[in-house]
């Protein structure tokens, strides 16, 4: 699988999100400070609470903007038979039949994307499955702590 291709397209869907978190904040901004908000008596809170909002959708684009900063600093490289999982790796984990892909990465955590046909989630090396992957190798077998899965195999790691 073309790892670039799958970088450029959770840089793609990170921009995107990131847009939308701007013309919230801005919305959010707009009502926090637009004169129909302000307080009519001690309960009145709308436009506190239009604040409160505006600040953590600021937070969450700032947050974006950071993760866009590292995925496009990040060199992808390929992992060959044998070496540890580790950032920028791409994993398909096989429980029987049963296929998941894992992209190792920076920050934005749970991202997901589509690529080839397969749904592809962002980890990070903090996450629990991902604290469990780093290290690994192709063919290792773990058991996740996650669910009644059962063991899993290191299908790939490319």
Do not use: C
């Amino acid at each position: 699988m073309n790892k670039a291709a799958v970088v450029k397209k959770i840089i793609d869907h990170l921009n995107a999100d990131l847009e939308l978190y701007f013309k919230a904040a801005k919305a959010a901004h707009f009502e926090a400070t637009h004169e129909q908000s302000k307080a009519e008596n001690k309960y009145d809170t709308r436009g506190l609470e239009a604040s409160y909002l505006a600040r953590g959708q600021s937070r969450q684009a700032a947050e974006l903007e950071q993760s866009l900063h590292q995925f496009r600093a990040l060199v992808v490289r390929p992992f060959g038979v044998g070496a540890p999982i580790d950032v920028g790796a791409l994993v398909e984990l096989g429980v029987g039949q049963e296929r998941a892909w894992y992209f190792v990465g920076p920050r934005a955590g749970g991202t997901e994307i589509q690529h080839a046909g397969h749904e592809i989630t962002v980890i990070t090396t903090q996450s629990p499955i991902g604290q469990q992957l780093v290290g690994r190798k192709q063919g290792d077998v773990l058991k996740l702590d996650f669910g009644s899965r059962g063991e899993s195999r290191v299908v790939s790691v490319s």
